[in-house]
């Protein structure tokens, strides 16, 4: 077995624990070298959003209790309004909270793992040169600079939204690909501790929505927050100079400024340019027996709803679980985790794409949180039957496009509701005015001047 990696350790890593947990031979070939001992560590640093499908991953291979308590837990969005006033919008029960985990350490501790099984290696300095699905084949050159062909009986291709291992599969018949990059770039800032402790409060997920962009604050162990700002292109480019980004922020995040600090925010502001988000969609996953996909790889998304890193572990433990089911027959498990898998990871797609809309504008309407209150109260007088979304993502293994379709479903039960509710309160307001005038209406049309009635015969007893 060989897992190709590139990128997206955690997700390579935790799968090279479930095929060896099976006692499979896995060899993980990474460009890359070893974070754990690099002195500069290059790539993405946003802290990843630990949920319910990764940590049922985690579990399995009994790593969940020791990741978990390297996590911040994040009970609600904490919403920073331009005038400075903020409010919590909780994403669950009181019990239910997503994790600030940070990317570094998750993935040392993935490799620390992978290397605890004697029956598994993990090969650094290794770049992908070629594959070759149909015999198994892929062609590696590393350190010493010298192509290597290694054959395997399963390429497992987890190298990211730019996957080598796809590419392969690309040029073969059927094999349906598309991508999309979002207008909307992103770029890392920092808000530091405060006299030891958070500048903030810990225990959210910080968000200063502005409708067409927003900036969002993870905490971190060491009492900081990685500020996260998504805005378009276009208006990274409006800012060239120091002046241009301090005026941005204080127009935008004035409540921002004194959190991080004029010289830090200018520092980390032009440290890096912008980054684009990518979003990919493919479809089969595999290829024959010999090949399989999985994460970004398989499906790109972008960071919206907090469930890349989630829906790629579901996916090494969906298709664990279809190991079971399936007696570690790869002729079957292959197409089926395509089959299985598929509209889900497509459904989370599309719901990332529509969360980033709901991040920076819809949280700012008061209609948005009066319908989010009446979700989560027949939720809690019908917890099986009404779920909000959020829950069924976050917090539920129900499966991704089965929550979309409920979703839509219970939308349409709240708006008709809602409107039924509306023409009640017509009804009865109607109602209550007439009852409370001083005069009946027949007894009012009685009292119209004589002259009204002599020039409109229509103006009657009988015709009202």
């Not at 398989?298 to 907090?306: C, E, N, Q």
């Amino acid at each position: 077995l060989s897992l190709i990696g590139w990128k997206e350790k955690n997700c390579f890593a935790l799968n090279a624990c479930f095929f060896a947990k099976r006692n499979f031979h896995v060899d993980v070939y990474e460009a890359r070298e070893d974070i754990r001992v690099a002195k500069f560590i290059r790539g993405r640093s946003i802290n990843l959003a630990l949920s319910y499908r990764g940590r049922q991953a985690l579990k399995v291979i009994g790593l969940e209790d020791k990741i978990v308590s390297k996590g911040v837990p994040m009970r609600a969005r904490m919403i920073h309004s331009l005038s400075g006033k903020k409010y919590a919008i909780p994403y669950g029960t009181k019990s239910q909270y997503i994790l600030s985990i940070s990317r570094e350490q998750l993935n040392k501790d993935l490799l620390t793992a992978v290397e605890s099984y004697p029956n598994a290696k993990v090969h650094f300095g290794h770049r992908l040169l070629k594959c070759n699905p149909e015999e198994g084949m892929v062609t590696l050159l590393g350190s010493d600079k010298v192509p290597k062909d290694v054959t395997c009986d399963l390429i497992v291709g987890c190298d990211g939204a730019y996957s080598t291992v796809r590419a392969h599969l690309m040029k073969k018949p059927r094999f349906d690909y598309s991508q999309r990059y979002i207008p909307h770039g992103y770029m890392e800032l920092t808000i530091p501790p405060k006299n030891g402790d958070y500048a903030m409060e810990p225990n959210y997920l910080h968000i200063w929505p502005r409708n067409a962009f927003m900036m969002i604050a993870l905490p971190n162990m060491n009492k900081s927050f990685t500020c996260t700002l998504f805005m378009s292109f276009e208006e990274f480019e409006k800012l060239p100079t120091s002046v241009d980004v301090l005026d941005f922020f204080q127009k935008n995040f004035p409540d921002a400024i004194p959190l991080m600090g004029e010289q830090a925010l200018v520092r980390d502001f032009f440290q890096l340019p912008a980054q684009p988000m990518i979003s990919v969609k493919c479809s089969p996953f595999h290829f024959k027996s010999h090949c399989v996909l999985m994460g970004d790889a398989a499906h790109a998304i972008v960071p919206f709803f907090g469930q890349g890193m989630n829906a790629g572990f579901e996916d090494c433990l969906v298709f664990d679980e279809l190991m079971d089911k399936f007696n570690n027959d790869l002729s079957v498990c292959l197409p089926e985790y395509s089959r299985f898998r598929i509209p889900d990871d497509h459904a989370i797609s599309d719901l990332s794409m529509y969360n980033y809309i709901e991040m920076r504008a819809h949280v700012n309407s008061r209609w948005f949180i009066f319908h989010k209150g009446i979700e989560q109260c027949l939720h809690a007088m019908m917890p099986s039957t009404f779920i909000p979304l959020y829950t069924m993502v976050a917090f539920s293994r129900i499966r991704y496009h089965e929550a979309v379709l409920r979703w839509h479903w219970q939308k349409k039960v709240i708006n008709k509701g809602l409107a039924v509710l509306g023409l009640l309160v017509a009804v009865g307001t109607a109602h209550l005015l007439v009852n409370h005038m001083s005069l009946r209406p027949l007894d009012y049309l009685r009292r119209l001047p004589e002259s009204w009635a002599s020039k409109d015969p229509e103006i009657t007893p009988r015709s009202l």
